[in-house]
């Protein structure tokens, strides 16, 4: 997590830095901090817990601001607390000696390099990243060598970095190098930036390239050049952002995450829409060829939270639907568990950022086993992308809000289009029978549509909700999967405890924590497992506990319930994106009426990348 940026040219370097921390924030905000090099090659730094409109008063104060107006050259931080709680001396940027160091990542051996370099009487924070820069500053002051004092420090370091770093007493460049954490790098006409992530860049133009990992970028006013730790040149690899980043706009929504939600329907339409040729299911538009899928026995699923989510949604489809066998493993758990993958293993890793550090882990370690890596991913060009055999890009569109919604949702899509083509690759359906798939498919997106137009009708349902201190998400089978993302999405945004319990399980012991202060929302679309699932919750209806019932198809005994929200029917298999849609508002209100920062919940950052 963290974000990270660097700035050299011809604009304010303050202004840069804080809009683009505000770009970045998101990825982390318990503290926000700028370091600008000043023309008297003075450097100044500025820091501030809590988000980054903090720093921004800070920076305007007037004594502030006459130091630091005329910097063009600068790098700014925004911090997801790991090492250290959440003060201004652990906030970023830190500084030892001519050394000022921003970081994202974690510096595995901290402690030891603490003893080697004996730095036990020089560090003011609880960091790693003021060890790493004290190690910069040793060999600083032994070379005077920035190159130098790059390859030897990265020499002694374990873990996951991405350095942004300014040398004091050169005021005309800011260099940066990284290790799985991600930097992005654009240059332009009298300007060179640095990201965690190309939202930050907008401002700049659009073409932009990633720093390779063990590169030591160096930026200048007027070039980028790149060295490897062996000293060689190298020619960055420039790629073309081709989809809007200038989505960072709440359009009149009070948060990012109504907005997200409302957007849905047209990011499904993104989604699926370039994947259907005459009536049919086509990956070609990925380069994924049938082949693929020849001689696969065995669909390993990894992600993380929502991302993981949505891959038991795939499983239920696929086991029961085509009978391969599916496992669906979080991702860090995959690289410990010596899972069972070989080359016939479809691996499918799930990422909205394609950055999430535990499924790259995954991701390469699958790759170890078989060629058939398959990324399902919502961010260009992302490091998961560029690690993945293939990849299916889900066109949600930039997603802010760090509860993810719009993603999850297109997540699903391109599941269910990869389960819709496997189902005809193996035969379970014919060619009329995948045309009315692709029908479906297509249809669902009026229910969702439907669904957000009822948004007003779901907020009331929320009533009891807002009071609740705990609350139980009851459902079984695919419904089951759908509760685990649902109640996800409260606890996150609401901070209302929220379990997903499979909902025949509960008399099994858990029923004892329902009383009349835990609400119930038992979720009903799988006519197979309806009459059951309802059973389950008269259970805790007869315990006092109030139910919402989330409910596909009629209720004979409709009127003896509290509450029952009617979701639009079809198909079991389809009912899943209007009633994950509706959990997503319930949970939504529910945070808004609470009157929280439902797009910044507490604790959280949209890009995990940290273990
Ligand atoms: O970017 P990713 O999809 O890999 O992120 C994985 C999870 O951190 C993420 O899905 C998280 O659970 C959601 N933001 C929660 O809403």
């Not at 700028?34 to 100044?44: F, G, R």
């Not at 026995?297 to 391969?324: N, S």
């Not at 802010?400 to 289009?417: D, E, F, P, R």
């Amino acid at each position: 997590m963290c974000g990270i940026i660097g700035y050299i040219g011809k604009r304010q370097a303050k202004k840069v830095l804080l809009d683009s921390l505000a770009k970045l924030e998101y990825r982390g905000y318990d503290s926000a901090g700028i370091a600008v090099l000043n023309k008297e090659s003075h450097v100044v730094i500025t820091k501030s817990i809590g988000k980054v409109a903090n720093l921004e008063v800070m920076c305007t104060d007037a004594d502030a601001t006459e130091e630091i107006e005329d910097a063009g050259c600068g790098i700014g931080h925004t911090r997801w607390a790991t090492h250290g709680g959440v003060t201004n001396t652990n906030a970023h940027p830190h500084q030892q000696g001519r050394i000022v160091l921003i970081h994202n990542g974690i510096i595995e051996n901290f402690r030891e390099l603490i003893v080697k370099f004996h730095l036990e009487n020089q560090l003011v924070s609880e960091t790693d990243t003021e060890v790493a820069a004290a190690i910069f500053n040793y060999y600083y002051e032994q070379t005077n060598n920035p190159e130098e004092t790059i390859q030897k420090t990265i020499h002694e370091l374990q873990g996951t970095f991405a350095f942004g770093i300014l040398f004091a007493d050169h005021k005309d460049c800011v260099y940066a190098i990284r290790n799985v954490s991600p930097i992005v790098v654009m240059h332009g006409e009298g300007e060179s930036v640095l990201a965690s992530d190309i939202m930050a860049l907008a401002p700049f133009g659009n073409r932009y390239f990633v720093l390779p990992e063990y590169h030591i970028l160096k930026m200048k006013k007027d070039t980028v050049s790149l060295m490897d730790l062996q000293g060689n040149m190298c020619e960055p690899d420039y790629l073309t952002i081709d989809w809007d980043v200038n989505q960072a706009d709440k359009q009149g929504y009070p948060f990012f995450m109504e907005k997200e939600i409302m957007e849905q329907p047209d990011a499904m339409r993104r989604t699926i829409l370039p994947r259907i040729k005459e009536g049919m299911i086509d990956l070609t538009v990925d380069g994924i060829p049938d082949s693929l899928f020849e001689g696969m026995d065995h669909i390993c699923v990894i992600g993380c939270g929502t991302a993981m989510h949505a891959g038991l949604v795939a499983k239920h489809l696929i086991q029961q639907g085509l009978k391969i066998p599916v496992d669906v493993i979080i991702a860090s758990e995959f690289i410990y568990e010596e899972p069972l993958i070989t080359d016939k293993t479809l691996v499918i890793a799930i990422s909205q950022s394609g950055e999430t550090i535990d499924t790259l882990a995954a991701v390469r370690l699958a790759a170890k086993y078989t060629k058939r890596v398959l990324a399902i991913v919502n961010v260009v060009g992302s490091t998961i992308t560029r690690e993945s055999n293939y990849v299916m890009y889900t066109n949600a569109g930039t997603e802010i809000a760090v509860a993810s919604t719009k993603a999850y949702t297109v997540q699903l899509c391109a599941l269910y289009l990869l389960f819709g083509k496997l189902a005809t690759i193996k035969k379970c359906y014919n060619y009329a029978k995948q045309r009315e798939f692709v029908l479906q498919i297509c249809d669902i997106i009026k229910d969702v549509e439907k669904i957000l137009q009822d948004k007003e009708t779901i907020h009331r349902l929320t009533q009891k909700l807002v009071q609740a201190k705990d609350t139980f998400y009851i459902g079984r089978g695919l419904d089951h999967s759908l509760i685990l993302e649902g109640s996800l999405k409260l606890k996150e945004v609401s901070y209302i405890h929220a379990e997903a319990y499979s909902a025949g399980e509960l008399k099994h012991g858990t029923i004892a924590l329902i009383t009349e202060e835990t609400p119930v929302i038992a979720v009903m679309t799988q006519k197979k497992v309806k009459a059951k699932t309802k059973s389950n919750a008269m259970e805790v209806r007869a315990r006092g506990a109030s139910v919402l019932l989330l409910v596909a198809g009629e209720l004979e005994d409709e009127a003896d319930w509290d509450t029952v929200y009617h979701l639009p029917e079809r198909e079991d298999i389809f009912m899943t994106f209007s009633t994950s849609v509706t959990m997503q508002l319930i949970a939504y209100y529910t945070a808004l009426d609470k009157g929280l920062d439902v797009d910044k919940p507490r604790n959280l950052a949209k890009v995990v990348t940290v273990e």
